[in-house]
């Protein structure tokens, strides 16, 4: 009875031993694991902090933000001022005087160190205050900032294809749908109308001139979109046009005229895959005069 149950022992302990190694060999992957997503969380940390260390820098140097005016968005002029004789309606003797870009930047200093840097992109009220680069691909600032260093959080830049001074009918801006919002990380939040109610307009400042960017769309698509495209006839511009209106997620009553030249900023999404968010809008010159 004893040599019995001694050989069952025996029997017994090799298999308590591969448990055993098992137990010890998931738990050994599950710590890999762990230091690994540990490590990953604090790169993206630190990427994060290096990137807005940089930008912060950056834009402590070159970027001015203008003293808030006093006078109102837009200066009606007073019916009774217009001269008792004229034929002028009440409608057209309201004049309309757009506010000028609410910020500065001094291009000459930001391109000492980077001569790939085409212009500033300002939102008041939110993140939005970058500088814009182009290189010669669409893969050097994916995950590059503007010193070359790499980093997930990557660079704002421009269609290697635009022209650098935003002549094509329609430029290209690519950024990263960053997690804390950085980048362009706040795309998606024109799917509500209260959002863009509150930011309809964008700034865009270039060594050449300043725009202000009435935004006009935003929705999901994928990377086929016609929106990706620089249309060379009438005809599909006005195609393209009809298709973004359509599928905005928020109205808006600004109108397109044939001189209107767009652009579009592009970030990732993940409705599905391949999915991008796009925000469309008109580039108006700005005269500060």
Known sequence: MMDEERMEDERKEPKKTVQKAAYILIMLILFAVLIYSVYQIAAYLKESFDNWKLLDEITEQVVVIKEPSEEPDTLIVPKETVEP?????EAESEKTVEKGVPITVDFDRLRLNNKDVKAWLYCEDTL??????????????LYRLLNGTYNRAGTIFMECIN??????WNTLVYGHNMKNNTMFGTLTDYRDQEYYDEHPVWYLLTPN???RI??????????SSVIYSIPQTQEA????????MRKSNF???ATISPQ????????????????????????KEVNEE
Do not use: H, M, W
Request: hydrophobic residues 30%; glycine residues 4%.
């Open 163 to 168: 022209r650098e001074d935003f002549s094509d």
């Open 85 to 89: 004789d004229s034929s002028e309606t």
């Open 128 to 141: 939005i205050n970058y500088p814009v680069a182009q290189a010669a691909d669409n893969d050097y600032y």
């Open 251 to 253: 109205k808006t009553n």
């Open 209 to 211: 001139g300043d725009y």
């Open 237 to 244: 511009k006005n195609e393209l046009v009809d298709a973004i």
């Open 214 to 223: 009435e935004l006009i769309s935003g929705f999901v698509t994928d990377t």
């Open 260 to 283: 209107d030249k767009l652009i579009t900023f592009s970030t990732c999404t993940y409705d599905y895959d391949e999915a991008r968010y796009v925000l469309i809008g008109i580039l």
